[in-house]
């Protein structure tokens, strides 16, 4: 049975660097691909972007040119930076695993880690 | 990029009786591979978001027989054959036949 345990700083300052990680426990790491999606009120669920264990990466274009993703194949894990940050940033932000075969088969998430984004 | 759009919102349902949730795309989510990547997520109030349906009819594994999902093309449908207690929650559609993917607003099941 996976797990996806994902921990960051959950209060950042507008114009800080949101960084969490997503630890993978059971499970294969290589036959996924890797998400983080977030959820507003106002924006709904988001996708962020996703990442394979060779460190190919997808990003979602409205978010491209502040997100970098990359993975840790030796413990299991992957990580998310989003720089500048605004108050538009503010979200529960989830790590998800999607199974290659089945795109669209979010078939395991974290437990959502809420990020406040406030002067 | 593809919208995605839910109807209805909110669906008050007496327990026991049925409900359907429309999933519309605003263009076709036909990959070029020939399968059409749209899923249905289940989201219950403290519980982790719950994988229902991938590729359209496909019920995830420990997924409940009254969950069904149909449609072709940019028209698909979420049906719960007779709603218990435990399906209140917002239910969303997900398409990844394109990047970015993209999710429904969501629709909220609840007991009338």
């Known amino acids: 049975q996976v797990q996806l345990q994902q921990w960051g700083a959950g209060l950042l300052k507008p114009s800080e660097t949101l960084s969490l990680i997503c630890a993978v426990y059971?499970?294969?790491?290589?036959?996924?691909?890797w998400s983080w999606i977030r959820q507003s009120p106002g924006r709904g669920l988001e996708w962020i972007g996703e990442?394979?264990?060779?460190?190919?990466?997808n990003y979602n274009p409205s978010l491209k040119s502040r997100v970098t993703m990359s993975v840790d194949k030796s413990k299991n894990q992957f990580s998310l930076k989003l720089t500048s940050v605004t108050a538009a940033d503010t979200a529960i932000y989830y790590c998800?695993?999607?199974?290659?075969?089945?795109?669209?088969?979010?078939?395991?998430w974290g437990q959502g880690t809420l990020v406040t984004v406030s002067s | 990029e593809i919208v995605m759009t839910q109807t209805p919102l909110s669906s008050p349902v007496t327990l026991g009786q049925p409900a359907s949730i429309s999933c519309r795309s605003s263009q076709s989510l036909v990959h070029s591979d020939g399968n059409t990547y749209l899923s249905w997520l289940q989201q219950r109030p403290g519980q982790p978001i719950r994988l229902l349906i991938y590729k359209v009819s496909n019920r995830f594994s420990g997924v409940p027989d009254r969950f069904s999902g149909s449609g072709a093309g940019s028209d698909f449908t979420l049906k719960i054959s007779r709603v218990e207690a435990e399906d209140v929650g917002v239910y969303y559609c997900v398409q990844a036949t394109q990047f970015p993917r993209t999710f429904g607003q969501g629709t909220k099941v609840e007991i009338k």
């Open positions: 998800a695993r999607e199974i290659i075969v089945a795109r669209g088969a979010f078939d395991s």
């Open positions: 990442i394979n264990h060779r460190g190919g990466t």
């Open positions: 059971g499970g294969s790491f290589s036959d996924y691909y």
